[in-house]
């Protein structure tokens, strides 16, 4: 059996309810020797750049950082907790009794933070 034409539809979820989709044919020469897989996966690769991520992936994404921020934090406030326990004992044994508490969580705390909105070239 020789293939002449390839076809390939590929669905995008935009946002929950929406989606559009992109549509790829492929004529095959007689004298082309062709994997039907490797076209596929060539065809599949050029939609992901011209539709960018979906939905799914941008939530999964918010997902792993969210994560990502509360590690950070957590890993934050145990290095604060050391750090101001040690200026604490140097301040109390009299080796330093300028031993500042830390120093940047108070540049964190008084920080704006909100809800960002973001376009796909940021989050790509």
Request: hydrophobic share 35%; glycine share 2%; charged share 35%.
């Amino acid at each position: 059996m020789r293939i002449k034409q390839v076809e390939a539809r590929f669905e995008h979820r935009i946002y929950n309810t929406s989606s559009e989709e992109i549509k790829f044919t492929v004529e095959v020469t007689d004298d082309e020797d062709i994997d039907i897989e490797k076209v596929f996966d060539v065809l599949r690769l050029k939609s992901q750049k011209c539709l960018g991520k979906n939905y799914d992936d941008h939530v999964e994404q918010r997902y792993r950082l969210r994560q990502d921020v509360r590690a950070l934090e957590a890993k934050l406030a145990e290095a604060q907790t050391a750090w101001n326990e040690t200026a604490e004992f140097l301040r109390k044994q009299g080796l330093n009794p300028d031993a500042p508490s830390f120093p940047l969580r108070p540049l964190l705390a008084s920080a704006d933070v909100a809800e960002a909105e973001f376009d796909d070239d940021d989050v790509m």
